[in-house]
């Protein structure tokens, strides 16, 4: 099983850029996927997430900036990113729970620990 991560690079704020994770050897099939962020140093933080329903949640800090979709036919994960900030520099990573869930009405995404398959990671940089 191999998660690839793609899209990330330099912007400028206020750009947008598209970050895909496409799946080999395993089918996402309504399986509950994350997009997970880390800065050197500083601990991972989910950036968004979605179940097998398309229920999403998002960080705060990404709200009504960043969209996480599935296109289950092309195996795929997207994360489009608009209006980037300085503060969205990080590596991204896209992780797999190898499973289904179902968390309408529940406050917080699956975390990170429960993660069975992840990316090797793309690096966004924002300059300002």
């Known amino acids: 099983v191999k998660l690839v991560e793609s899209g990330g690079g330099s912007a400028e704020s206020g750009e947008s850029l598209r970050l895909s994770c496409v799946g080999s050897?395993?089918?996402?099939?309504?399986?509950?996927m994350a997009w997970f962020r880390q800065i050197p140093g500083e601990e991972r933080e989910t950036v968004a997430f979605?179940?097998?329903?398309?229920?999403?949640k998002y960080l705060e800090s990404v709200e009504g900036r960043f969209t996480i979709s599935v296109d289950n036919a092309k195996n795929t994960l997207y994360l489009q990113m608009n209006d980037l900030k300085p503060e969205d520099t990080a590596i991204y990573y896209c992780?797999?729970?190898?499973?289904?869930?179902?968390?309408?009405?529940?406050?917080?995404?699956?975390?990170?620990?429960?993660?069975?398959?992840w990316g090797q990671g793309t690096q966004v940089t924002v300059s300002s």
């Open positions: 050897g395993y089918t996402y099939r309504g399986h509950c």
């Open positions: 979605i179940d097998t329903e398309g229920h999403t």
């Open positions: 992780a797999s729970l190898g499973n289904y869930c179902y968390t309408e009405g529940t406050p917080t995404p699956v975390p990170g620990e429960m993660y069975s398959y």
